[in-house]
């Protein structure tokens, strides 16, 4: 199994679709057993779903992430953990051990913030909220 996590400065970065970075764990026996990180080198969510799914990507763990990234991935076979926050190390080991703590339901409220509306195709985020 290949878990990827929207990677930053050892955190989960908080916005799938512009995270600059993936960090890949490979597990196997419930344990992992090599990381690497993957340079997202595109923008959009499909480009992402893409770009994880050619890495052989199984399960994604992320922070805010919208319901368009979500169809993408899901589109790909891959499995999203949405909503975690803190250090993407722990939050492996917590996916493995089954204490992680994801919000399944975020929206990607940050269009709002941003001011625009989540109908807009903006910041790798279709608008299929």
Partial sequence: MIVAVTYENGMVFQHFGHTAQFKLYMVENNAVQESRLLPTGA???????????????????CG???AGAKEALAKCGITVYPGVTGNADQ??????SGTLH??????C??????????GEDKHGCGGNH
């Avoid at 409220?109 to 989540?118: I, K, L, R």
Wanted: glycine share 14%; hydrophobic share 40%; aromatic share 2%.
């Fill in 91 to 96: 939050s492996v080991q917590a996916l493995l």
């Fill in 43 to 61: 923008s959009g969510h499909g480009a992402l779903a893409s770009l994880l799914q050619a890495a052989g990507v199984n399960t994604l763990i």
């Fill in 102 to 107: 994801f919000v399944p339901d975020i929206q």
């Fill in 109 to 118: 409220s940050h269009h709002h913030e941003n001011g625009h509306t989540c």
């Fill in 64 to 66: 805010g992430i919208g």
